[in-house]
């Protein structure tokens, strides 16, 4: 069965206090600063039709108003 | 008239939404895998983790059979209350414009709030009078109300916003303050804050009543004078 990785990121603008959070957090444990940290979510799944994934996405996976994502097909 | 109350695996606070309603009216349990909504004449989506909040809150609660059902009779002029999760779960159902993000400060809020009714020609706000701020709980992580900037200017110019955190109460860093919009008809009303902690007197404060008051007095049917 084909295997997809989808990757969710937070919109760009949307305020996104967990990718501040590890960017303070990294300074205080003494690594360099970094910047622009967004966290996201990982979904891999194994389907038959990939041509269903972006619909997927938009249904489920993912909230378009909120959320950027991106369709991955894994080789097998 | 009666309420109906949406019960969810992971619902928490349908005990208390189901108290609140019967004291205006009659109120029963929906279960999620039904379909029909027994007849109520209103319904609430109570708070809680509908499904564990998998994947994303109300991500999951939205494709439940319930819910179809709820979509339907809110689409057809019913009057539906989604209160902190309900909220969630009809903003992701697209009954609501808008998102509910993480709280800014990343932790679970516990407080009582002032908030401001600004439409009050909605069913669950009509029996709401004078200009005190209502006080109400809210308990939340995942509050923070967000909208991109063209539908927030489209909500705030329509008067989709219901609830306004008052002043210097905002607990989760909400755009515009905001606490709880409606849809473009205003019979479906979604907040953050808790109206159905704040029905006893004593828990405090019995401001919340007014909500499920409001949808009462609206539904019933009218009474000729004596």
Not at chain 2, 128 to 143: A, C, M, Q, R
Request: glycine fraction near 12%; charge should be negative.
């Amino acid at each position: 069965m084909p295997r997809a990785r989808v990757l969710i990121r937070p919109k760009e603008g949307i305020l996104d206090p967990q990718g501040q959070a590890v960017e303070r957090a990294l300074p205080a444990l003494g690594f360099p600063p970094a910047q622009h940290v967004h966290g996201g979510r990982l979904v891999e799944l194994g389907v038959e039709d990939t041509g269903q994934l972006d619909e997927m996405c938009q249904k489920l996976l993912a909230n378009p108003l909120v959320e950027d994502y991106e369709v991955e097909l894994l080789e097998q | 008239m009666r309420f109906g109350v949406v019960r969810f695996p992971g619902s928490c606070d349908e005990i208390d939404a189901l108290r609140a309603c019967e004291t205006y009216g009659d109120a029963d349990v929906l279960w999620h895998r039904d379909a029909d909504l027994k007849g109520v004449d209103a319904v609430v989506i109570p708070g809680g983790f509908s499904y564990g909040d998998y994947l994303r809150v109300g991500a999951i609660a939205r494709f439940s059979p319930v819910m179809g059902a709820v979509e339907e009779f809110g689409r057809d002029g019913g009057p539906v209350l989604g209160i902190c999760n309900g909220f969630q779960v009809l903003c992701e159902a697209g009954l609501l414009p808008g998102a509910l993000l993480p709280n800014t400060s990343l932790r679970f809020l516990c407080r009582q709030v002032a908030v401001d009714v600004i439409n009050r020609d909605t069913p669950w706000t009509r029996a709401v009078e004078g200009h005190k701020p209502l006080s109400i709980p809210v308990k939340h992580t995942t509050g923070r109300y967000y909208a991109p900037d063209e539908m927030l200017e489209r909500i705030e110019a329509s008067g989709q916003v219901v609830f306004r955190y008052h002043a210097g109460h905002n607990p989760n860093g909400s755009l515009n303050d905001i606490a709880g919009v409606c849809n473009e008809q205003g019979n479906v009303v979604g907040l953050m804050p808790h109206p159905e902690h704040a029905v006893n007197p004593l828990s405090g404060s019995t401001d919340g009543g007014l909500l499920f008051q409001s949808a009462a007095r609206v539904l019933a049917p009218a009474v000729p004078a004596a």
